[in-house]
């Protein structure tokens, strides 16, 4: 038969254990953090890693989608919350705090000679999609205003995420930044623009 033959429950525990391990090494260490650390940590053999995952950047590809698909699911989990408002403001914070740990593994993922096009874009597009979902149902239910679009509020998202990881900046002001976006995203504020105009 050509098909592939199904893991052993051992194997697969120790593909999870390896995943979960490398999101949090390179999470934390970014580039510097190593294959060898992740083995260790993992308590597996450095072979066993390979096994899995034949390059380091297969590793951190796996990584990359395993967290993409995670917050797809928890996104998807609101999609009918009874304050689709609240979920969208709130996976939007979310997002923004889990930010620095993403992009730590993505620059690693890079600096391994990652593939641009891979399947960890292909999960960063359900993500989206995602919180396209969100968003549609916070403008439905009118708190957030109808004239903006996925497109705006993923480079608002994308920005911020950035910014906070990257600035290291303390939560309060990272707080602060985020009441300044929703404020922009309140159809009150918007209503309040157009009066002054």
Not at 54 to 73: C, I, M, N, S, Y
Request: glycine content about 8%; hydrophobic content about 45%.
């Amino acid at each position: 038969m050509g098909g592939k033959r199904p893991q052993r429950a051992d194997a697969r525990t120790n593909r999870e254990r390896i995943l979960n391990v490398a999101e949090e090494v390179f999470g934390k260490g970014g580039q510097s953090a190593s294959t060898e650390e992740v083995a260790r940590v993992a308590n597996v053999g450095i072979a066993t890693v390979f096994r899995h995952f034949p390059t380091k950047a297969a590793l951190l590809e796996a990584v990359l989608v395993q967290r993409f698909d995670r917050l797809r699911e928890q996104a998807e989990t609101l999609f009918h919350a009874p304050d689709s408002g609240a979920a969208f403001f709130d996976f939007f914070s979310h997002l923004v705090a889990d930010a620095a740990g993403k992009i730590a593994i993505a620059e690693a993922l890079f600096e391994a000679g990652g593939d641009n096009g891979g399947d960890a874009v292909q999960a960063s597009y359900g993500l989206r999609r995602a919180v396209g979902a969100l968003l549609q149902h916070a403008q439905r239910a009118g708190t957030v205003r109808d004239d903006v679009e996925l497109p705006e509020v993923y480079a608002l998202l994308v920005a911020t995420s950035r910014a906070s990881a990257h600035a290291h900046l303390e939560e309060e002001v990272r707080d602060r930044m985020l009441t300044i976006i929703f404020d922009g995203l309140s159809p009150l504020r918007n209503a309040r623009a157009r009066v002054k105009t």
